[in-house]
């Protein structure tokens, strides 16, 4: 019968349990940044509003945050404003009217924002990419 010796079992041991905690410190800074990578581009592209209104603006709407725990980080980008899906999509359905009746016209969409967000995120998971395989794993897909 041969003998199996196993080098460094107790090293890799070690590493295993260490490991969630060292990959969830280093994959923070990367959602966040990205996420607030997100934020300042939208927030960028909405538009100004001159003179205050009663409901929220796009601008004061859109809110980023972010969590995080010894075994991950997550972050979300959400405009809260009543009208974001609107000015995203625009109205399809032909003219807007007033709870009174009155015609306000069509609303053309101006889609970014599903863009934009979709644009950041794969940039965070390329990066997150790049930090498993410093890590040594291999990723595909």
Same mark, same amino acid.
């Given at each position: 019968?041969? @003998? ?15 490991? #969630? ?6 994959? +923070? #800074? ?5 996420? %607030? !990578?997100? *934020? ?5 592209? *909405?538009?100004? %509003?001159?003179? #205050? ?7 004061? +709407? ?5 969590? +995080? =725990?010894? *075994? ?6 959400? @405009? ?9 999509? =625009?109205?399809?359905? !032909? ?9 306000? +016209?069509?609303?053309? =969409? $101006? #889609? ?8 950041? %995120? $794969?940039?965070?998971? @390329? ?8 890590? !040594?794993?291999?990723?595909? !897909?």
């Amino acid at each position: 019968m041969s @003998d199996v010796r196993w080098e460094g079992l107790e090293e890799l041991k070690a590493m295993l349990r260490t490991l #969630p905690a060292d990959l969830a410190t280093e994959a +923070g #800074p990367i959602v966040e940044t990205a996420a %607030r !990578g997100a *934020y300042a581009e939208i927030l960028g592209r *909405y538009p100004v %509003r001159s003179k #205050p209104r009663k409901y929220k603006s796009l601008r004061d +709407g859109l809110e980023m945050s972010t969590a +995080g =725990g010894r *075994y991950g980080t997550a972050a979300l980008v959400i @405009d809260t404003a009543k009208h974001a899906m609107m000015y995203e999509i =625009g109205a399809k359905n !032909g003219a807007r009217k007033t709870g009174k009746g009155y015609n306000r +016209g069509v609303w053309a =969409g $101006h #889609p970014f924002y599903i863009d934009t967000s979709i644009r950041w %995120r $794969h940039r965070m998971y @390329d990066d997150l990419k790049a930090m498993l395989e410093r890590f !040594g794993f291999t990723v595909s !897909g």
